[in-house]
């Protein structure tokens, strides 16, 4: 205690969505600060959040701080005196700022010459002294996703403090002593009501809830475990991973006297566990019904107006099938548990009566006669509505699932009926009022209309993947029959997307991203990553050929040259980044991505290359090769690319005068089927890399016994024409001097 | 407690907490932000406390008097604190126990909701305040209005008084609420409420076809132009009530689906500029 630090920012109500970040924001600002100050802790730093306060505590900081001994620079020896030994203007000068004598400076040899310098040794401070200044850095470096204006300031020469929410109260001890510290409020706004918020030793407890008084009293504080102890004594559970505990365990409690346990669906895909423990002070759970009759409404939209709308959790039963009962998370402590549950009752009812009244309506009318009405929808005012969109994504569906899958016609019917009626949930009024169930209420009242798994489920699901996990849904269980028309549908839709917003130049531009562009791309990678896992199909498209085919349904919107260059890099970034978060070593993931155009982007074979590609690597041999392999590269430049083609094709048959040439020459042609068969046929890359392998010693003997720089031009031509031949095989696997370990790349 | 008596009760809490009690806006808005002693006030540097009921119009929430819970009118009850207390929230709930509301028996939180207004120019950062699992009102601190940043920062507290008072007399239908002893809110509002829905919706209007939208469409074209004479007159307050009048028949045309998506931005837009400029003329005027 006797040199804890002890830091609580007292809030009004923090977003919830914030809290975890803030919570390690605050650990390393403070330590930043304190580091900063020569005061580096001798423990870690604790942080804690709940609503109405970010806290954070340090066992030991340093009573003082560490002195300082730094060099300052003066002018050059050779300005600072005269022939005769006095000093000049420049010395004097110089000196007086520091203020001492002449006689008390030092010389410095540097490279540039020999200078006047100055050692200024200043002696640490005692912390309370510092510890100021630590948390006014610490309250101006704090970073939100939203800021406001609350009139405050601080006296630090860079007038307002911004923060995320008005700030109530100061807790800051050092070693038991309050640090003093003061948040001035702006002129304009200055009242009695208006006050400066100025450090103390107090804190506050729960807003409604204490065990004596009138709750809101001032609750003084000594130490860490002191404060941790009164905030519970006065309804504040201060970890958050304690409040998860008790609303979990609570949850289960109360579900099994429902005879049910929380609905799986909300453990598995929504973060709702994860929100509410930062959206109280003091958990409890409380139960609640509501009429039976409204089971008969689609689950989704049970799920989601108790999960979204009210943030509540569902209850099922040991079949699997949704209750007609909720759980509340409350922050209150529970003696009035049926008053509050029959007031969230009567919200839950009314917001179902509601959704049920949507239900009915929309279902009056069929999918395919919403299909006009999203005529005046519009998808985006160059690219036009959202029936122009549904008409091009319906035939991009039909292509996709031929060509690119090689489906039956029949599936490719079914395809384009299901994206042709993807958009039409849009003109519904629940797709209105819950934004968040459009496609899947399309799905379900596809469905209601009796159409085949094959055409609702493709629906249902287009809108995913939007995870680029392996297990991200949809799983291929849960799309049944409907495999390959879904993988076709969200293909089209997403590749539409893509196409037609580059086309149109809203490309994505650092954190701007207003049309989602990357989010599609992983989708699209992660349907074709995956394509055999999730449809059972062979199909290795490339992504050339699915963005031609895009390209097509939007005719000539725009000048194909302005934005393919652009569309490039940008698609190879998102599979990096897909292939990345697989796990797959960052090196090798570029090795299988080069340059490659996008014709030759296969998704799949990446895949399937990084699979194998880590066996390789790590022997010695292969490190080695790479490195030739990168010398490789290099020279293989001084014969242009262009001319490479034209001599390969019309130049002279190859001679070789030397036997490392022939050795080389014979070697290419002995690896050459194995590599190009596993290439076309997407399979065998694990021989293939063997094979690649083993080029190693007639490279190095290459390397060793010929000068590829011959002076004679026609020999010099001769030798680049080998290694371009050499590294257009390669290249073919892998731009394997992209493996080259870090330390060997330095040398 | 009756509806009236509910108004009665915030209106005499926040007379006694310094408010001067205002007047309803008398003219259509969509809510109480919209009325001058919100949206002028705000602007500037001088101090300003006020509090009024604001009737509300939504076209699109009109459902000809069949839903318990939507309405095309809805009364707002509307704070204004400038500058916003250091003690704010705390005020706040000291009104919801005058009106009978006890804290320590409710689930009572403030979640994250931040507001804005298009069509004004206008944001803020603040909650919704929910009351067991409802939302009653709305609390934000405004950080831009008329497209500028404002200081001191003014509390803008939002009551929903038709949902209060069905939680603090425990109907499930707003038009089961009693207003006055013995008087329904039904007996009040319902005619009303399905009258304006058949005409927001131009369900029987006795138009020809096609003459609603375009009738609408010219009333919007005359009080916009009308606005900006005001405006370029220099008579901030008239201006404004036009500017409002536009808003009003915007959400007409678009409740009665009168208006293209596209078309419907360039309506924001157009009233959002004449909130502009209303908002820089009264700071301007205000200034010298």
Known sequence: ?747 | MTFQDLILKLSAFWASRGCAIQQPLDIEVGAGTMHPETFLRVLGPAHWNVAYVQPSRRPADGRFGENPNRLFKHHQFQVILKPSPDEVQQIYLDSLEACGIHPRQHDIRFEEDNWESPTLGAWGIGWQVMFDGLEITQFTYFQQAGGLELAPVSAELTYGLERIAMVLQRVDSVYDIEWAPGVKYRDVRLRDEIEQSKYVFNSGVDLPAGEFGAFHRKLFDDYYCLAEALLRSGLIWPALEHCLKCSHLFNILDASNSIGVTERTAYILRVRQLAIGVAKAYVEGTAS
């Not at chain 1, 002890?6 to 924001?25: M, R």
């Not at chain 1, 099994?256 to 709702?272: E, T, Y």
């Not at chain 1, 005012?381 to 699932?401: N, P, Q, S």
């Not at chain 1, 080029?695 to 010099?716: A, H, I, T």
């Open chain 1, 1 to 747: 205690m006797e040199r804890e630090l002890l830091l609580e920012i007292g809030c009004e109500e923090l977003p919830a969505s914030w809290l975890p970040g803030l919570t390690n924001q605050l650990a390393e600002v403070v330590v930043a600060e304190l580091q900063g100050y020569r005061l580096a802790p001798e423990t870690p730093a604790e942080t804690f959040s709940t609503p109405r306060r970010l806290a954070l505590r340090i066992a030991r900081v340093p009573e003082r701080q560490t002195d300082l001994e730094e060099l300052v620079n003066g002018p050059p020896v050779s300005a600072a005196f005269r022939p005769d030994g006095t000093s000049t203007p420049a010395a004097t000068g110089f000196a007086a700022k520091q203020g001492v004598e002449v006689a008390a400076l030092e010389r410095l040899q540097t490279p540039k010459g020999e200078y006047l310098v100055y050692r200024k040794r200043q002696r640490g401070k005692a912390s309370v002294d510092v510890l100021p200044q630590v948390l006014g850095g610490t309250l101006r470096a704090l970073t939100f996703p939203k800021l406001m204006h609350w009139d405050a300031m601080i006296e630090d020469g860079r007038g307002e403090l911004l923060f995320g929410r008005p700030i109530r109260w100061l807790l800051y001890l050092y070693g038991g002593r309050v640090v003093p510290f003061t948040i001035s409020r702006a002129v304009a706004a200055q009242s009695g009501e208006v006050q400066d918020v100025t450090t103390g030793a107090v804190t506050y407890g729960h807003r409604f809830l204490a065990t004596s008084g009138r709750a809101g009293h001032t609750i003084k504080v000594r130490s860490f475990d002191d404060y941790r102890n009164r905030l519970l004594e006065n309804f504040v559970v201060l970890e958050r991973s304690e409040r998860h505990d008790r609303i979990a365990s609570q949850l289960d409690a109360k579900a099994q006297r429902l005879a049910g346990r929380v609905s799986r669906a909300v453990h598995s895909d929504s973060g709702l566990l994860h929100e509410v423990p930062d959206l109280v002070e003091y958990p409890s759970v409380v139960a609640g019904s509501f009429a039976p009759e409204f089971l008969d409404l689609p689950d989704e939209v049970l799920t989601t107006t108790l999960v979204h709308h009210q943030h509540y959790f569902p209850v099922e039963g040991e079949d699997g099938k949704l209750k007609n009962a909720f759980l509340a998370v409350i922050n209150t402590e529970p003696d009035n548990e049926r008053t509050i549950a029959r007031n969230a009752e009567r919200v839950v009812t009314a917001r179902l009566r509601d959704a049920r009244f949507f239900w009915e309506a929309d279902r009056k009318s069929s999918l395919e006669s919403r299909i006009e009405r999203l005529g005046t929808l519009v998808f985006h005012k160059k690219l036009g509505t959202y029936k122009e969109k549904a008409e091009r994504i319906e035939r991009l569906a039909d292509w996709l699932a031929r060509e690119a899958f090689g489906a039956s016609a029949e599936i490719a019917a079914l395809a384009a009926r299901a994206a042709r009626l993807s958009k039409a949930d849009l003109t519904t009024d629940m797709v209105r009022e819950f934004t968040e169930l459009q496609g899947t209420m399309g799905g379900i009242y596809a469905r209601e209309e009796g159409l085949p798994e094959e055409v609702w489920k493709a629906i249902y699901f287009h809108y995913l993947p939007i995870g680029v996990e392996a297990n991200a849904p949809p799983a291929r269980v849960d799309l049944g029959k409907a495999a390959v028309t879904w993988a076709a549908v969200s293909l089209a839709d997403k590749l539409d997307t893509i196409v037609g917003l580059f086309a149109v130049g809203e490309r994505p531009t650092g954190s701007r991203d207003p049309y989602g562009l990357r989010r599609a791309a992983h989708g699209v990678f992660r349907i074709l990553v995956d394509l055999y896992e999730l449809t059972g199909l062979r199909g290795r498209p490339s992504l050339g050929m699915l963005l031609d085919g895009a390209r097509e349904q939007h005719g000539s919107r725009s000048d194909v040259a302005e934005f393919m260059p652009a569309l490039r890099p940008f698609m190879l970034d998102r599979l990096r980044y897909v292939l990345d978060q697989r796990g797959f070593d960052v090196r090798n993931v570029r090795a299988v991505t080069h340059e490659l155009t996008l014709k030759e982007i296969v998704p799949v074979d990446s895949r399937r290359k990084l699979e194998v590609l880590p066996e390789f690597t790590e022997s010695a041999d292969f490190q080695q090769l790479a490195v030739a392999f990168k010398r490789v590269r290099n020279i293989a430049k001084e014969l242009p690319a262009d001319r490479f083609e034209v001599l390969e094709t019309t130049g002279p048959v190859l001679m070789w005068s030397e036997a490392a040439e022939k050795a080389l020459a014979d070697e290419i042609d002995r690896r050459k089927p194995a590599i190009e068969s596993a290439v076309s046929s997407g399979d065998g890359y694990r021989e293939a890399f063997k094979q690649a392998a083993r080029f190693k010693p007639v490279v190095d003997k290459f390397f060793d016994d010929v000068l590829v720089m011959d002076k004679d031009p026609l020999v010099r031509e001769r030798r680049l024409r080998l290694l371009r031949r050499l590294e257009a095989l390669i290249l073919k696997l892998a731009d394997i001097s992209e493996i080259v370990a870090e330390d060997s790349k330095s040398g």
